[in-house]
C-alpha cells in the first residue's frame, strides 16, 4: 500500500510539474531584455525574406512538392525536370529526382552583397534567409550532414566560399541589416524523420514515436545541433525563425492545427526549451519565432500571405510574395508597385512589419522584375519613410483609403492616401481638426479647405503626377 501510495503520489508530482511548465510556456515572453528587442525590431517595418534552395533549378515550390498529401500536383517529368502543363507524376520517382537536385546545383552568378545592396536601396531594414527547408537541404556548412552546399555531392563547394548563409550574413552586416535566419524544424531528408524503411503519407514523421523513441530522440539532437550552428557560428544574429508548426508540444495542439499532424495525429515535440537555451546562450536577447505555435517562443506572430483586418494586440509581421510563388518561378506573376507600397502602408497602420519575399533563380540572381519593384519601393520610400519607419498606429490607423500613423512619441502624424492611379489633385477627408498639414514630398501642396468638429477637408496638388501613396503630416 505505502509503495502505490508512493508511486500515485510522485505521477500526481510529475503531472503538477508538467501542467506548470505546459501553462508556463503558453504565457507570452516576458523578459525585459527580449521586450525591448521586440520593440526595435517594430522600428524596422519592413524586411527582405528569400526562399532559395536546390528547388530554384526546376522552378517548382520549395520543398511541399515531395509531401505525399492529395492537394499538391506534381507536373511530370521530363529529362530536365517538370514539363509545365502536366500532371500526374509518379511520386516516388518525383521525389528521387528532387532529392537528388543538389548534385546539380552550382549557383555561378551568386553575390549576396548585390541582394543585400538591392533591399537597403528598397529601404528594407532587415532580411530572413532560408538556410535550410523542410526538404532538408542546407544552405550552410554542417557538420551533422553532408546534404548541404558545403557537401561533396553538391559542386559548389568547390566554390571559395561554399556556405552561402555565412556569405548572406557577412553582407547584411556590411549593409547595416538586421540578419534573420529561417529553419525548418522538420527534416524530410534526415532519416529519423521521414525513416526510409516506411512510405511517407504525409508532411509528418513516418514512425511511431512512442514505439521507437531513441529515433525521435535522434532528431532532436540533430537539431539542437544544427541549431547551434546558425547561432553559434555567424556571431550574434537578430531573429531565429522557425517553420514547419506541425512540429509542436502538446499543449499546443488545438482544433485549427490538429489537421496539420496528419493521419496518424501524435504529437512530434522538439523539446524548445533546450532548444531556445542553446539558441541564446551567448546572445540571450535573440527574437524566435516558433510560428503557428503561441506562447513565449513565438515572439512575434507571422500572418503569411495576408493582412490582418484590424489591429492586433501583440506583435506582428505579415510574410508576403512580391509574386505568387515564395520561390523561384520562370512564370511568376508580380505584384505591381503601388500595390506594395499599399500594402506597406495598410500594415504599417495597424501596427505590423511587412516581410516581403523574393525567390531567387537557379544562378543565385534576382528576378529584374524583382529589382525593378525594390528601387520603385525605396524611391517613395526615400520622400516617405518618416511616415513608416519607427511609427505605431494612430486611431482610426483607417478610414476609406486613407492609412494614419505616429511617431512612438505622437508629436508627429501621418496620412497615408493611398492612390489607384496618378494624380495632379486630391481632396481628402480626415478625421480630425487639423490646425497644419503639410506634404512629405516637396513639389506637393496642401492646403485646408474646411473644418467641422472633429473633421477637416484637405486639398493636396502637384504640378507632378502624384502615385502610389500620398503623405500628409499634420
Known amino acids: 500500500m505505502r509503495t502505490i501510495l508512493t508511486r500515485t503520489l510522485l505521477s500526481l508530482l510529475l503531472l503538477c510539474a508538467f501542467s506548470a511548465q505546459a501553462q508556463r510556456d503558453r504565457e507570452p515572453e516576458n523578459d525585459p531584455a527580449i521586450l525591448r528587442r521586440i520593440d526595435e525590431w517594430q522600428d524596422l517595418k519592413f524586411g527582405f525574406m528569400v526562399h532559395w534552395g536546390m528547388y530554384a533549378q526546376w522552378g517548382v515550390v520549395e520543398s511541399w512538392s515531395i509531401c505525399n498529401e492529395p492537394w499538391i500536383v506534381r507536373e511530370q517529368l521530363g529529362p530536365d525536370g517538370p514539363v509545365v502543363g502536366t500532371r500526374g507524376a509518379d511520386y516516388y520517382e518525383y521525389k528521387r529526382r528532387y532529392q537528388a537536385l543538389n548534385r546539380t546545383f552550382n549557383p555561378r552568378h551568386f553575390a549576396p552583397n548585390a541582394w543585400t545592396a538591392a533591399a537597403k536601396q528598397a529601404g528594407m531594414r532587415y532580411m530572413v534567409f532560408t538556410t535550410k527547408h523542410h526538404d532538408g537541404f542546407c544552405m550552410f556548412r554542417s557538420a551533422e550532414t553532408d546534404y548541404s552546399v558545403a557537401g561533396v555531392d553538391c559542386p559548389y563547394h568547390h566554390n571559395a566560399q561554399p556556405d552561402i548563409t555565412r556569405a548572406i550574413v557577412e553582407a547584411c552586416r556590411a549593409e547595416g541589416l538586421w540578419t534573420g535566419l529561417y529553419f525548418s524544424k522538420p527534416d524530410w531528408h534526415h532519416p529519423d524523420y521521414w525513416a526510409p524503411e516506411w512510405t511517407t503519407p504525409d508532411r509528418n514523421v513516418n514512425y511511431d514515436i512512442a514505439s521507437h523513441p531513441e529515433r525521435w530522440d535522434r532528431f532532436r539532437r540533430f537539431t539542437y545541433a544544427q541549431v547551434r550552428e ?32 496528419g493521419c496518424s495525429g501524435q504529437v512530434q515535440d522538439i523539446g524548445m526549451d533546450t532548444l531556445v537555451a542553446i539558441a541564446r546562450d551567448g546572445n540571450p536577447d535573440l527574437i524566435i519565432v516558433d510560428r503557428s505555435v503561441g506562447g513565449r517562443y513565438e515572439n512575434y506572430r507571422t500572418p503569411e500571405q495576408q493582412v490582418p483586418d484590424t489591429l492586433l494586440p501583440y506583435p506582428w509581421e505579415t510574410c508576403m510574395t512580391m509574386g505568387d510563388s515564395w520561390s523561384y518561378s520562370p512564370r511568376d506573376r508580380y505584384k505591381s508597385t503601388t500595390r506594395l507600397i499599399h500594402l506597406l502602408a495598410d500594415v504599417v497602420a495597424k501596427g505590423g512589419n511587412l516581410l516581403l519575399n523574393v525567390g531567387p533563380d537557379a544562378e543565385g540572381r534576382l528576378p529584374d ?5 525594390m528601387r520603385e519601393i525605396g524611391e517613395w520610400l526615400s520622400v516617405n519613410g518618416d511616415a513608416i519607419y519607427a511609427t505605431r498606429p494612430l486611431p482610426p490607423y483607417s478610414h476609406g483609403s486613407v492609412r494614419y500613423t505616429q511617431t512612438k512619441d505622437g508629436r508627429r502624424r501621418f496620412a497615408l492616401c493611398l492612390l489607384e492611379a496618378p494624380v495632379s489633385s486630391l481632396t481628402v477627408e480626415l478625421p480630425f ?31 507632378t503626377p502624384m502615385q502610389h501613396v500620398v503623405v500628409i503630416e499634420f
Not at 537578430?238 to 508548426?245: C, K, V
Not at 514630398?441 to 502637384?462: C, E, F
Open 369 to 373: 522584375t524583382a529589382l525593378l519593384r
Open 230 to 261: 546558425l547561432t553559434h557560428h555567424y556571431g550574434n544574429i537578430d531573429i531565429l525563425w522557425l517553420d514547419g508548426g506541425w512540429v509542436r508540444p502538446a499543449w499546443s495542439v488545438d482544433e485549427e492545427t490538429r489537421p496539420w499532424l
Open 433 to 463: 481638426a487639423v490646425r497644419r498639414a503639410k506634404p512629405l514630398a516637396a513639389k506637393q501642396k496642401v492646403r485646408v479647405v474646411s473644418r467641422t468638429g472633429d473633421n477637416t477637408t484637405l486639398t493636396i496638388t502637384s504640378a
